[in-house]
């Protein structure tokens, strides 16, 4: 396996996505600091919350500026790796690090509510973001948009506004907006697993490779010019993916696969955990509310 510092330091890092993700950390702290008085019904931002939204800036840049997001061109497994951790684990994190009082002005304007009221509807949002990913992922597709800047710079944002728009209903903390209850939101994840299943076990169970820019070396080679200078890239010797990756192009496969159920699992179990017990608590609440009622006294007529 060849040292990744061949491809130079650009490549690598991505300096141009890195002072995005800081102007958005910028124009964050602005809003919630110094602004923060100009939206109404502002409150202080809980350093907790902070830290969430800072966490979900990291990852971005980590996924998609790191080496990360390099890895993701030349084997499939860090591909998929990337997505789980965009589409599965980011928007949750920006969910709940932006403050309520934020979300409405953001949100509550003319065209933009109706828009999100619409598309963040939970049958509406399960099916357009798994069909999207799923969509994605046919070889035919996939292989076409990989090798175009554009489209795959407007693929992905894409989906993860499909994602966010998904994971809204679940997860906003507004009261006006609340759609789904304890019970439903448990139902709600386990038909997020199930639409998503088909498209990981497609990946899973082939046994030959489905993705050219994984497997023909000159498919593969278009596909790194999306984060490799087409400079860099002339002065390289490059024969295939088989130069960085150990493992068999099929295993390789199965593997992105396997690791994109796992993130799915392991994000998916949390926040299942975290609603249940959260509703339970509340059902819990309600029962002693009622217990107490019942039990004090009556006023005589």
């Known amino acids: 396996m060849l040292n990744l510092e061949m491809f130079g330091f650009r490549a690598m890092w991505s300096p141009y996505f890195f002072l995005f993700t800081a102007v958005i950390l910028g124009i964050y702290f602005l809003l919630i600091g110094p602004f923060r008085n100009r939206f109404h019904d502002s409150q202080p931002v809980s350093f907790k919350q ?5 966490s ?5 840049y980590a996924v998609k500026g790191s080496p990360l997001d390099l890895m993701g061109h030349l084997m499939f497994s860090a591909h998929m790796t990337q997505m789980a951790i965009l589409y599965l684990l980011i928007p949750p994190l920006i969910i709940f690090g932006i403050p309520s009082w934020l979300w409405r002005a953001l949100i509550f304007v003319r065209g933009v509510k109706q828009i999100v009221t619409f598309l963040s509807k939970p049958l509406i949002a399960l099916i357009v973001f798994n069909g999207i990913f799923s969509l994605y992922h046919i070889p035919l597709v996939f292989d076409v948009v990989k090798t175009d800047h554009l489209l795959h710079a407007a693929v992905t944002v894409f989906i993860f506004i499909a994602a966010m728009l998904m994971w809204w209903p679940l997860l906003n903390d507004l009261p006006e907006w ?31 490779p489905l993705y050219a ?10 596909a790194l010019e999306l984060c490799v200078p087409a400079d860099m890239l002339a002065g390289l010797n490059l024969t295939g993916p088989e130069m960085f990756n150990t493992l068999p192009l099929v295993e390789d496969q199965q593997l992105g696969g396997i690791m994109m159920k796992i ?3 392991f994000v998916y179990g949390s926040l299942l955990g975290i609603i249940f017990f959260k509703w339970a608590r509340q059902e819990r609440e309600r029962d002693n509310l009622e217990a107490r009622k019942s039990l004090s006294p009556q006023p005589i007529e």
Do not use: H, R
Request: proline fraction near 4%.
């Open 50 to 54: 902070k830290a969430l939204f800072v």
């Open 56 to 60: 979900s800036i990291i990852l971005l």
């Open 178 to 208: 609340k759609e789904l209850g304890g019970i439903k939101k448990i139902g709600y994840i386990f038909a997020n697993g199930m639409l998503l299943t088909p498209a990981c076990a497609l990946i899973i169970f082939a046994d030959t």
């Open 213 to 222: 820019t994984y497997a023909d070396p000159s498919a593969w080679v278009s």
């Open 263 to 265: 993130i799915q699992e």
